[in-house]
């Protein structure tokens, strides 16, 4: 049989919830104060775009992705002055996964560390999958 908690129990509770909460908002901060700002400026567009959610842990702790449709309307957010023409092979250009869709984290290596050679891209590519 669980118990009712006492008055003190429910004050220790609402002051771990406070701290808790506090904490997370102060790391969630740092880490976007700390991101390099083409990262901080992608994720905000993901945010606002509705897409996916970009956890305070960051991109590398979950499994996201994005359709095509999707990605292209992301880059037309990101980089409005490109043409049609070069969203697609941007779009082309990224792995996919079974579905068909890009995983956020495959964007991120593709954006951040995109290998020097088509070869080891697909070696890249091929550990993430």
Same mark, same amino acid.
């Given at each position: ?7 003190? %129990?429910?004050?220790?509770?609402? +002051?771990?919830? @406070? +701290?808790?909460?506090? $904490? ?11 991101? =390099?700002? @083409?990262? *901080? $400026? ?16 960051? =991109? &590398? ?6 359709? &095509?449709? %999707?990605?292209?309307?992301?880059? *037309?957010?990101? #980089? =409005?002055? !490109?043409? =049609?023409?070069? +969203?697609?092979?941007?779009? !082309?250009? +990224?792995?996919?996964?079974? *579905?068909?869709?890009?995983? $956020?984290?495959?964007? #991120? ?12 891209? %697909? ?7």
């Amino acid at each position: 049989l669980i118990s009712e908690p006492s008055a003190r %129990q429910w004050n220790e509770i609402y +002051l771990d919830l @406070a +701290l808790s909460s506090w $904490l997370d908002a102060v790391r969630a901060a740092r880490r976007e104060r700390e991101l =390099p700002e @083409a990262q *901080r $400026l992608f994720e905000k567009a993901v945010a606002e775009a509705g897409y996916l959610s970009v956890p305070s842990g960051g =991109p &590398s702790n979950v499994q996201l992705s994005m359709s &095509s449709e %999707q990605l292209q309307q992301l880059l *037309r957010r990101v #980089m =409005p002055a !490109a043409l =049609p023409h070069e +969203l697609s092979l941007i779009d !082309a250009s +990224l792995p996919r996964d079974a *579905r068909g869709e890009v995983s $956020l984290q495959s964007f #991120m290596l593709w954006m951040y560390d995109s290998p020097e050679t088509p070869g080891d891209a %697909q070696a890249h590519w091929a550990q993430d999958w």
